[in-house]
C-alpha cells in the first residue's frame, strides 16, 4: 500500500475483505465521481473519506499459486470434508505463496496451509487456509475456479489469519504443462519432443545453457555427465548462481531443467569422460537421439565421437575460440557427414583454437618454462555460440518430425559452423571490415555454414586400415595378426 | 617416448634432464618415475588418431639430433626444434 496511515490502510482492508468474503461489512470502497478517486465510506459516517488509492494497493493482497493436479489428487480427502495440509514457499514476506511441488527448488521460508472445502471448521484459528466454495453460478470460471472430478465447480480464496486480522489472499490454479506448451505453440507441438532423449557431456556455460534451453523447447530426456562442481568463478558466466557453488553441475542443471520442465526425466552422472569410463559412457549414448558435447577437451570429445560413431548416434559439438573472440559448432552424423577426427584433419588449426577458461585447461598445455595463462572469454560471447548448437540440437531432434521449423532445414545443411564475435589481433579475422561497412564479405556476428567433406580414411570413421594397405600395396586378407597365447 | 639409457640424462651444464620436468626449453613432458626422460611430441590435448606413430618416432629421432647441437653448444634445445605443429 501507498498511504502510511495506519487506519486508512486498515479501512482498506477491511473493506476488500468485505468484499472478498461478500458478506457485508461497516466499510464499503465507493468511486466519487466528482474527486476521481476512490473513497472509502464507514458506516454511520456522514463525510466520505477518500483515500488516495492507486494501483500498488490494488494489488495488496498476496497471491498464492496452486497447481490443479494437486487439487485432482486430494480431492477424495477434500470431498470426504477433511482439511489437506500442503506445504508451500512464501515469497517476498508473504506477497506470494508457491506450491512447493510444483518445481523442485523451495524458496527460503515455507509454511503449511490447510486446505479444506468452505464449512464450519473454516473459521478456525489455523494461520494459512484456502477455501473451496460451491459455486454454481454461471460466472464461475477463472484462475480461481475449478472443476472437481465429480463436475462440481468451486471458487477457491486464501486467506492469512495474523496479528488478529485476517488477510485475504487471491488463489491461480494452474495447469502446470498446457501453460508451458502455450508459447511454443504453433512452433512445436505439444508433444513432438516428448520421446526424445539427449545425453550432455560437458555442462560448462555453454553445455548448461544448451540443456536448460532444451528443456524450454519441451525435451523430457535428459543425461547430465560432467565432474565438476560449481565454483565462484564459474557465476559469471554459468546459469548457476552464487547460492549454489559447490555443488556438482549436473545437479545445478537437474535443478534448472525442471524449473523450467518439471516433468523431465533428468540423470546425472558426476563423472569424467575417460578411457577408464569407456562402457560406461558407451551404455550412457546407446539408444540416445542424440549427443550433446561441450566438454573443454580433445581426448573426451574424441572418445564422445567414437562411441558415437560405434553406436550411431548424432553428436553436435560446440566450443569457444581464445577469449571467445568467436567459435565454432560441428554436427556429426555418424559415416553421413564429417565426424570430430575428420574436422582435426581437414581443419586443424580452427580445431586447435580453444578458450582457456580454467587452470586446469591451462595446465594442459603448459609448460614448467612456459606458463599459459587462463584467457576466458564473456559469457555474453559464449552464449551466441550456444544459442546456436541448440539450435542445430533442436533440428536435429526434430528430424523425422514435420513442424513448422522444417523451412531451416536449408539453412542448417553444412557440417560445421563459424561465428565470430571481434576482429581478434594475430588471427586471420583480425583485417575483417566493419559489420556496417560490408555486405558479403566476413563480417562479426554472423553464422558461416562450411561444406567440407568426410575424410574416407578416417581414422574414427572410415576405412583407415583399408587406405593404408591399398596404399602400400598391402593385402590384408594375406596378413596373419598372431594371437595371444 | 622416453630415453632409458643413459639415466640420468644430462644437459650441457651436466644437470639432469629430468628435473626439468614439463619443459618447453628442452622439449619434454613429465619424467617416468624410475627418471627416465619423456620427449615431447603431441601433448594429450593435441593428439589425435590421425597422427601415425611413425611421426611420433620421427621427432625422437629429431630429438636426439637437436639434443646432440645442444651439448656442443649448450643453446636450448628449443633453439633447433619447433613445436610440433598441427596436423591432419
Same mark, same amino acid.
Given at each position: 500500500?501507498?498511504?502510511?496511515?495506519?487506519?486508512?490502510?486498515?479501512?482498506?482492508?477491511?473493506?476488500?475483505?468485505?468484499?472478498?468474503?461478500?458478506?457485508?461489512?461497516?466499510?464499503?470502497?465507493?468511486?466519487?465521481?466528482?474527486?476521481?478517486?476512490?473513497?472509502?465510506?464507514?458506516?454511520?459516517?456522514?463525510?466520505?473519506?477518500?483515500?488516495?488509492?492507486?494501483?500498488?494497493?490494488?494489488?495488496?493482497?498476496?497471491?498464492?499459486?496452486?497447481?490443479?493436479?494437486?487439487?485432482?489428487?486430494?480431492?477424495?480427502?477434500?470431498?470426504? &470434508?477433511?482439511?489437506?495440509?500442503?506445504?508451500?514457499?512464501?515469497?517476498?514476506?508473504?506477497?506470494?505463496?508457491?506450491?512447493?511441488?510444483?518445481?523442485?527448488?523451495?524458496?527460503?521460508?515455507?509454511?503449511?496451509?490447510?486446505?479444506?472445502?468452505?464449512?464450519?471448521?473454516?473459521?478456525?484459528?489455523?494461520?494459512?487456509?484456502?477455501?473451496?466454495?460451491?459455486?454454481?453460478?454461471?460466472?464461475?470460471?477463472?484462475?480461481?475456479?475449478?472443476?472437481?472430478?465429480?463436475?462440481?465447480?468451486?471458487?477457491?480464496?486464501?486467506?492469512?489469519?495474523?496479528? &488478529?486480522?485476517?488477510?485475504?489472499?487471491?488463489?491461480?490454479?494452474?495447469?502446470?504443462?498446457?501453460?508451458?506448451?502455450?508459447?511454443?505453440?504453433?512452433?512445436?507441438?505439444?508433444?513432438?519432443?516428448?520421446?526424445?532423449?539427449?545425453?550432455?557431456?560437458?555442462?560448462?556455460?555453454?553445455?548448461?545453457?544448451?540443456?536448460?534451453?532444451?528443456?524450454?523447447?519441451?525435451?523430457?530426456?535428459?543425461?547430465?555427465?560432467?565432474?565438476?562442481?560449481?565454483?565462484?568463478?564459474?557465476?559469471?558466466?554459468?546459469?548457476?548462481?552464487?547460492?549454489?557453488? &559447490?555443488?556438482?553441475?549436473?545437479?545445478?542443471?537437474?535443478?534448472?531443467?525442471?524449473?523450467?520442465?518439471?516433468?523431465?526425466?533428468?540423470?546425472?552422472?558426476?563423472?569424467?569422460?575417460?578411457?577408464?569410463?569407456?562402457?560406461?559412457?558407451?551404455?550412457?549414448?546407446?539408444?540416445?537421439?542424440?549427443?550433446?558435447?561441450?566438454?573443454?577437451?580433445?581426448?573426451?570429445?574424441?572418445?564422445?565421437?567414437?562411441? %558415437?560413431?560405434?553406436?550411431?548416434?548424432?553428436?553436435?559439438?560446440?566450443?569457444?575460440?581464445?577469449?571467445?573472440?568467436?567459435?565454432?559448432?560441428?554436427?556429426?552424423?555418424?559415416?553421413?557427414?564429417?565426424?570430430?577426427?575428420?574436422?582435426?584433419?581437414?581443419?586443424?588449426?580452427?580445431?586447435?583454437?580453444?578458450?582457456?577458461?580454467?587452470?586446469?585447461?591451462?595446465?594442459?598445455?603448459?609448460?614448467?618454462?612456459?606458463?599459459?595463462?587462463?584467457?576466458? &572469454?564473456?559469457?555474453?560471447?559464449?552464449?551466441?555460440?550456444?544459442?546456436?548448437?541448440?539450435?542445430?540440437?533442436?533440428?536435429?531432434?526434430?528430424?523425422?518430425?514435420?513442424?513448422?521449423?522444417?523451412?531451416?532445414?536449408?539453412?542448417?545443411?553444412?557440417?560445421?559452423?563459424?561465428?565470430?564475435?571481434?576482429?581478434?589481433?594475430?588471427?586471420?579475422?583480425?583485417?575483417?571490415?566493419?559489420?556496417?561497412?560490408?555486405?558479403?564479405?566476413?563480417?562479426?556476428?554472423?553464422?558461416?555454414?562450411?561444406?567440407?567433406?568426410?575424410?574416407?580414411?578416417?581414422?574414427? %570413421?572410415?576405412?583407415?586400415?583399408?587406405?593404408?594397405?591399398?596404399?602400400?600395396?598391402?593385402?590384408?586378407?594375406?596378413?596373419?595378426?598372431?594371437?595371444?597365447? | 617416448?622416453?630415453?632409458?639409457?643413459?639415466?640420468? @640424462?644430462?644437459?650441457?651444464?651436466?644437470?639432469?634432464?629430468?628435473?626439468?620436468?614439463?619443459?618447453?626449453?628442452?622439449?619434454?613432458?613429465?619424467?617416468?618415475?624410475?627418471?627416465?626422460?619423456?620427449?615431447?611430441?603431441?601433448?594429450?590435448?593435441?593428439?589425435?588418431?590421425?597422427?601415425?606413430?611413425?611421426?611420433?618416432?620421427?621427432?625422437? @629421432?629429431?630429438?636426439?639430433?637437436?639434443?646432440?647441437?645442444?651439448?656442443?653448444?649448450?643453446?636450448?634445445?628449443?633453439?633447433?626444434?619447433?613445436?610440433?605443429?598441427?596436423?591432419?
Amino acid at each position: 500500500m501507498t498511504t502510511n496511515d495506519p487506519q486508512q490502510q486498515q479501512m482498506i482492508r477491511d473493506a476488500m475483505k468485505s468484499i472478498a468474503e461478500r458478506k457485508p461489512g461497516r466499510t464499503k470502497l465507493v468511486y466519487d465521481k466528482t474527486k476521481r478517486t476512490i473513497v472509502a465510506v464507514a458506516e454511520g459516517s456522514q463525510v466520505p473519506r477518500a483515500l488516495n488509492i492507486t494501483a500498488d494497493d490494488a494489488d495488496m493482497f498476496g497471491a498464492i499459486t496452486l497447481s490443479g493436479t494437486w487439487l485432482r489428487e486430494a480431492w477424495p480427502s477434500l470431498a470426504a &470434508g477433511s482439511d489437506v495440509a500442503v506445504r508451500f514457499t512464501l515469497w517476498d514476506k508473504g506477497d506470494a505463496y508457491t506450491l512447493c511441488d510444483l518445481g523442485p527448488q523451495v524458496g527460503p521460508i515455507t509454511a503449511e496451509v490447510a486446505v479444506g472445502l468452505e464449512g464450519p471448521g473454516d473459521s478456525d484459528d489455523t494461520r494459512l487456509r484456502i477455501i473451496l466454495s460451491k459455486d454454481s453460478s454461471a460466472a464461475a470460471h477463472g484462475p480461481c475456479t475449478f472443476v472437481a472430478p465429480d463436475g462440481s465447480t468451486f471458487t477457491l480464496k486464501g486467506y492469512d489469519h495474523h496479528d &488478529g486480522r485476517v488477510v485475504p489472499l487471491d488463489v491461480a490454479i494452474v495447469e502446470v504443462q498446457p501453460a508451458l506448451s502455450e508459447r511454443r505453440a504453433g512452433l512445436l507441438e505439444n508433444t513432438v519432443l516428448d520421446d526424445r532423449s539427449i545425453v550432455c557431456f560437458g555442462l560448462g556455460t555453454g553445455g548448461a545453457y544448451a540443456a536448460i534451453e532444451l528443456a524450454k523447447c519441451g525435451v523430457r530426456r535428459f543425461t547430465l555427465v560432467d565432474p565438476d562442481r560449481l565454483s565462484v568463478g564459474n557465476v559469471s558466466r554459468h546459469p548457476g548462481g552464487i547460492s549454489q557453488v &559447490g555443488r556438482y553441475k549436473v545437479n545445478v542443471v537437474r535443478d534448472a531443467i525442471l524449473e523450467k520442465n518439471p516433468d523431465a526425466q533428468v540423470f546425472v552422472y558426476p563423472i569424467a569422460v575417460s578411457p577408464e569410463k569407456l562402457e560406461d559412457i558407451r551404455s550412457l549414448i546407446r539408444g540416445a537421439n542424440l549427443v550433446i558435447c561441450g566438454t573443454d577437451n580433445r581426448p573426451s570429445k574424441l572418445l564422445i565421437n567414437q562411441l %558415437c560413431i560405434e553406436e550411431n548416434v548424432a553428436a553436435v559439438y560446440g566450443g569457444a575460440f581464445r577469449r571467445a573472440y568467436g567459435g565454432q559448432v560441428l554436427r556429426v552424423r555418424p559415416r553421413v557427414s564429417p565426424c570430430q577426427q575428420c574436422f582435426i584433419s581437414a581443419m586443424p588449426d580452427e580445431a586447435a583454437d580453444v578458450e582457456i577458461s580454467s587452470p586446469t585447461e591451462a595446465d594442459a598445455v603448459a609448460y614448467s618454462d612456459r606458463p599459459v595463462a587462463v584467457e576466458p &572469454g564473456l559469457s555474453l560471447d559464449v552464449l551466441p555460440i550456444a544459442n546456436f548448437l541448440t539450435k542445430l540440437a533442436l533440428m536435429e531432434l526434430l528430424e523425422g518430425k514435420p513442424t513448422s521449423l522444417d523451412i531451416l532445414r536449408r539453412d542448417f545443411s553444412a557440417p560445421w559452423y563459424l561465428w565470430l564475435n571481434r576482429p581478434e589481433p594475430g588471427t586471420q579475422y583480425a583485417g575483417m571490415p566493419p559489420l556496417s561497412d560490408s555486405i558479403d564479405e566476413m563480417t562479426i556476428n554472423r553464422w558461416y555454414g562450411v561444406e567440407f567433406e568426410r575424410d574416407t580414411a578416417c581414422p574414427a %570413421c572410415g576405412d583407415f586400415l583399408g587406405t593404408m594397405a591399398a596404399a602400400h600395396g598391402i593385402d590384408l586378407d594375406a596378413v596373419v595378426i598372431p594371437s595371444k597365447a | 617416448m622416453y630415453i632409458t639409457e643413459p639415466n640420468p @640424462l644430462l644437459m650441457a651444464d651436466r644437470a639432469p634432464i629430468n628435473t626439468l620436468g614439463i619443459s618447453h626449453r628442452m622439449h619434454t613432458l613429465a619424467p617416468h618415475d624410475c627418471g627416465w626422460v619423456q620427449i615431447c611430441h603431441w601433448r594429450e590435448n593435441r593428439w589425435h588418431a590421425g597422427i601415425y606413430l611413425h611421426q611420433v618416432l620421427l621427432k625422437g @629421432l629429431i630429438w636426439i639430433e637437436a639434443y646432440e647441437q645442444h651439448i656442443a653448444t649448450g643453446r636450448d634445445l628449443a633453439d633447433f626444434v619447433r613445436t610440433m605443429a598441427e596436423t591432419a
